[in-house]
């Protein structure tokens, strides 16, 4: 995973977030209070990144098309990565869940989820080079305003 990327993109998951935060504050019956903590976690988290950031919206406005595809590829690792703490806790999630329905359908749920990401990875790892020049240059074409 490239670290470089990964600090680009906190611009994109602060924005992603901050449309939550403002969904969240749309939301009726959740106590003030907790609206209030989880503007402040938000508000704490800019201040903390805040030259990453500034340095991902640069790089948002220098180029969105590739800045977009590069989050996407950024999401697909760290969900891949992040398996390995998913599937202990979702293992003992499904042990001690009361509805054997609810377990199935988390069980199912992650069982597919894995597949499709070893599909996608091994996929992308025999044609990365095709895959890339596909997305990075021939559809970059089609689209309108790419830079």
Known sequence: MNEALLIKSVFLF???????????????RIEIIWKIIA????????????DEINSGYASFTAGWYGFILNFFKEI????FVNLFFIWPLALIIIFYKTDA??????????????LVLWIVFIIYFFFSKGIDQFIFKNLKEMVP???
Do not use: D, N, Q
Not at 42 to 50: A, C, G
Not at 101 to 114: H, N, R, S, V, Y
């Open 145 to 147: 305003h790419a830079k």
């Open 101 to 114: 329905i609810g377990a199935e359908k988390l069980l199912k749920f992650l069982c597919m989820l894995t």
């Open 76 to 79: 697909l690792s760290l969900v």
């Open 39 to 50: 503007t402040v976690i938000l508000i704490f988290y800019i201040w903390f990144f805040l």
């Open 14 to 28: 602060i924005v992603i977030w901050g449309i939550g935060i403002a969904m969240l504050w749309f939301r009726p």
